[in-house]
């Protein structure tokens, strides 16, 4: 079956605009987590779903960064008025369930110039 | 409360032995390995859950101390494909899978 993909697959915007990361997880799995990954760094949490709510959203740096999953499968991140310091790769990740086995998508590769 | 992973890098010849150490500072529910290879994502290698179980696949096994909070990655004959950067992800609540990775340690294989 086909995993986690992610789209756009690279994106580079200016400072002060808004984007939009898109995840879709693997048919089925119920959670869903954002990361981002600095380089030369392990992936840190960002929010966590089960279904539709968001069950953790403390990883989010700030008020800046929103995150939905309407629908329980496809998720959003969004970042407003994005910052050079946002620039990293935001993975995806879905599990069948809690504590259960993450998998990750491919990543989007942010860059704010 | 990021876990600290030994050594931070490792140069291995084929078919030699490694092993990677994951510490935690809080106590554990579980344990998760991966594997991430650059520009690619991490892939999983195992999990495991408190109680002191080992487990492995082919070649690969890991442990998990529950007294010490502490998991190690052992590495056997190891081969080119097993390069790139391990991960330990460790999860600290029951049912609030929120892992906290470590800080990497980079294996490279040579011929």
């Known amino acids: 079956g086909a995993g986690v993909s992610q789209t756009p697959s690279n994106k580079v915007t200016e400072k002060g605009k808004y984007v939009e990361l898109r995840c879709d997880p693997i048919?089925?799995?119920?959670?869903l987590y954002w990361y981002r990954q600095s380089l030369g760094q392990g992936p840190e949490f960002l929010i966590y779903f089960q279904g539709t709510g968001a069950a953790d959203d403390s990883g989010l740096p700030n008020d800046r960064f929103f995150a939905v999953r309407p629908e329980g499968s496809v998720s959003t991140l969004k970042i407003q008025r994005t910052e050079r310091g946002d620039s990293a790769v935001y993975l995806c990740a879905s599990s069948p369930g809690v504590t259960e086995t993450q998998y990750f998508g491919p990543g989007t590769r942010l860059l704010v110039l | 409360q990021q876990p600290v992973q030994s050594p931070q890098a490792v140069i291995l010849r084929e078919g030699e032995d490694a092993v990677i150490n994951c510490s935690s500072s809080k106590a554990l529910y579980s344990v998760h390995w991966y594997r991430q290879k650059h520009g690619e994502a991490p892939v999983f290698l195992m999990i495991l859950l408190k109680g002191g179980e080992q487990k492995g696949h082919d070649k690969i096994s890991a442990s998990f101390n529950e007294k010490k909070q502490q998991s190690s990655l052992y590495l056997t004959a190891s081969q080119l494909s097993y390069s790139g950067t391990y991960f330990c992800?460790?999860?600290?609540?029951?049912?609030?899978?929120?892992?906290?990775f470590g800080t990497g340690t980079r294996l490279l294989v040579s011929p």
């Open positions: 992800g460790t999860e600290m609540n029951t049912g609030f899978q929120k892992l906290v």
């Open positions: 048919s089925g799995h119920t959670a």
